[in-house]
C-alpha cells in the first residue's frame, strides 16, 4: 500500500511539472523560424519565410525573410531581410536588410542597410 501511495504521488509531481513548462512554453509564444537548406525547406514555422536553391542555405528568424542563390547563404533576424546570390553571403538583424551579390559578404545590424557587389 505505500509503494502504491509513493508511485501515486511521484506520478503527481511528474504531471505537474510538465504542466508547468508546457505552460511555459505557450506564454513564449511558440517559434517563428524558416530554415532552407539545398532548394528544401526543413523548417517552416510562423511568418518568417526562406528559399534556397539546391546549393544555397537560407535561414530567417522572428518575421524576417532570406533568400539564397548559386551556392550562397542567407541569415534574418528580427524582422529583417537577407538576400544573397552567386557565392556570397548576407546576414540582416534587427531590422535591418543585407543583400550579397557576385563574390561578398554584406552584414547589416540594428535599422542599417547594406548591399555589397
Known amino acids: 500500500m505505500k509503494r502504491i501511495l509513493v508511485l501515486l504521488t ?7 511539472i510538465m504542466a508547468l513548462f508546457s505552460g511555459v512554453a505557450l506564454a513564449q509564444g511558440g517559434a517563428d523560424v524558416c530554415v532552407s537548406n539545398k532548394g528544401e525547406t526543413k523548417v517552416q514555422k510562423g511568418d518568417s519565410t526562406c528559399s534556397s536553391d539546391s546549393i ?7 518575421d524576417s525573410q532570406a533568400r539564397a542563390v548559386d551556392n550562397s547563404q542567407a541569415k534574418a ?8 546570390s552567386n557565392n556570397s553571403q548576407a546576414k540582416a538583424n534587427n531590422d535591418s536588410t543585407a543583400v550579397a551579390l557576385d563574390n561578398c559578404t554584406a552584414k547589416a545590424n540594428n535599422g542599417e542597410e547594406e548591399i555589397c557587389h
Open 10 to 16: 511521484v506520478g503527481a509531481m511528474i504531471a505537474s
Open 77 to 84: 533576424n528580427n524582422t529583417s531581410e537577407a538576400a544573397a
Open 56 to 62: 544555397s542555405h537560407a535561414v530567417a528568424h522572428n
